[in-house]
């Protein structure tokens, strides 16, 4: 026999669901990004208010943790799949950000970008897991204890993990929306927007 769900429930998992996706952090980052003109590099003005869309280029870059890819920003994290009776649910362990200023060039030009307060809508594009039957890789391990963790637990089993990371990487097209200031002899940084925020996304839905 079919089980079937009452037409209630599905009702309110449903606006649960589109809940989350409407006003979840990334969500209101993107419909900020998507609202604001695209500029093309050349024509922004000291003093306005802009978005433009380019490739990320090189520079005092880093590496993600978990990937080992260049990039300007990254974020990854480590959640913990963990059962109470008959309830089971993931819990974050480890959430590490780190950023670095860098530049964007489109087909017109070159911006450098002031991370300063940013927020960012990431692809998380880097998933790895480890569990029981599978150990933890010597990487995933090394940013565990990096953070004061480990992928065994008290009674010497694996603890059930999943690994997560974006990236803004090296070449990538990215979006960013921020305040232009001219720096001097007409070199133009982007830099937080007068709320005190600077918003970027490499989500190709924000790159038109």
């Known amino acids: 026999m079919d089980f079937l769900l009452p037409a209630g429930l599905v009702a309110v998992i449903i606006i649960v669901i589109a809940w989350f996706y409407y006003f979840s952090t990334d969500a209101k980052i993107r419909r900020k990004l998507k609202r604001a003109p695209v500029v093309p590099i050349k024509d922004l003005r000291p003093d306005s208010e802009a978005r433009i869309v380019g490739r990320v280029q090189s520079g005092p870059s ?57 927020k960012v809508a990431l692809i998380k594009d880097s998933h790895s897991r480890s569990g029981m039957f599978d150990d933890a890789s010597q990487v995933e391990e090394a940013f565990l204890q990096r953070h004061s963790s480990g992928s065994v637990g008290l009674l010497g089993m694996n603890r059930s993990l999943r690994y997560i990371e974006g990236a803004l990487e090296i070449g990538e097209t990215v979006t960013v929306f921020g305040k232009v200031v001219d720096l001097s002899g007409g070199v133009m940084i982007l830099e937080e927007l007068p709320e005190g925020t ?11």
């Open 62 to 118: 880093l590496r993600g943790p978990l990937s080992d890819r260049a990039c300007v920003y990254y974020r990854a994290t480590v959640e913990e799949h963990r059962s109470s009776g008959k309830n089971s649910h993931w819990v974050k362990i480890v959430d590490e950000i780190q950023y670095c200023d860098f530049s964007v060039e489109d087909a017109t030009g070159q911006v450098l970008i002031r991370m300063v307060n940013p």
């Open 198 to 208: 600077l918003y970027l996304s490499d989500d190709p839905n924000t790159l038109i």
